[in-house]
């Protein structure tokens, strides 16, 4: 492992003055247990063992690296290139830590895996976990999604979940944590809160980054096989940030350029747009310090974009950290642009992006000119079936994108 994973978090769960864990006393007694289980399967060979097996024989891994040539030609400049998270079974990235956390509730003799979901695709790929587990699931999503995103409710009932919906607040992903977070307390002897990105209470932050290294280790070594070289820049959309962790943490030792493509949304007024590092500033949010878009009473804001799954007005305390300490460089891609590169990808690649991943590949469109010479390697976090519906009926097919 390198040496920035080693010493990244510190043992309390801090990524510099990020991170930690802010608990209502009733549930330190279950994070403490989280954290000593955590502690003990990752070093575990036959917890190992039985993760490398699920991911080759059930998830499909490893995903490939495929060669944007198409889309390159067009852009002119920089090569393209996509690390394939849209091949998992599921559709994307979040079965990497879903299963895992199954393996965890299992090891810890749970019977019930619990979430919160916002486009439904975390709800689905731990719906599909607790399926292969033979737990028990229940996945909390806020109105507002479960009208959007109606086929994802579909498959979450099909594999056996109870979705519960969220009607208070904006009843999007922010209210359907609040509300998992309630259900928790009163359940958590029995089942494990599955949190669905790098977020939350330590140790989620590094164990679900963690879970999601696979996919910066396959694309370096996919990478340097196909080119004989390392990508000269990477980037990923950042909601959570468990896509961008998973890729960045296989070229944090590297000199490679890293980049964390937030949602910009309609405009840079407060409410239209879910940038949390561009617009935000330190604070708390559901038991963690980090970054936080706030309104004027210094609340959590409502957020917009066009991407369910990046409507967060919070990030990964790594991801500010990561900001802090000029690592990572962070930028947006706003709504028109990530849907010019949904019609994009779709038609000149033959993959339909999720509208989530659309943001990495709009930051590459829009820089590969300016990059002549260059690799730009983005994490096509997740594939766009669930989104058509939705896009072609606001947007029709992108004659005008
Ligand atoms: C959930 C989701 C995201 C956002 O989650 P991160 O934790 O920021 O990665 C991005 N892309 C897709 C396809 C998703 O389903």
Known sequence: MSAYLKSHPTHDGFFGPYGGAMLPPPLEPHFAAIREAYGRISKSADFIAELRYIRKHFQGRPTPVSHLKNLSALCGGAQIYAKREDLNHTGAHKLNHCMAEGLLARFMGKTKLMAETGAGQHGVALATAAAYFGMECEIHMGEIDIAKEAPNVTRMKLLGATVVPVGFGGRSLKEAVDSCFQSYLAQADTALFAIGSVVGPHPFPMMVRDFQHVVGVEAREQFLEMTGELPDMVAACVG????????????????????????????????????????????????????????????PAPVHTVASGLDYPGVGPEHAFLHRSGRVTYTGADDREALAAFFALSRHEGIIPALESAHAVAFAMR???????????????????????????????????
């Not at 468990?242 to 960045?248: H, K, P, Q």
């Not at 976090?381 to 519906?389: C, E, L, T």
Request: charged share 25%.
């Open 240 to 299: 959570g940030g468990s896509n961008a962790m998973g890729i960045f943490s296989g070229f944090l030792d590297d000199e490679v350029a890293l980049y964390g493509i937030e949602p910009c949304g309609t405009s840079s007024k407060l409410g239209d747009h879910a940038a949390t590092i561009a617009y935000g500033e330190d604070g708390d949010i559901h038991g963690f310090r980090t970054m936080v878009l706030k309104d004027a009473e210094g609340n």
């Open 367 to 401: 820089e590969a000119k300016a990059h002549p010479g260059k690799s730009i390697l983005v994490n096509l976090s997740g594939r766009g079936d669930k989104d058509i519906d939705y896009v072609t009926q606001t947007f029709g097919f992108g004659e005008t994108a």
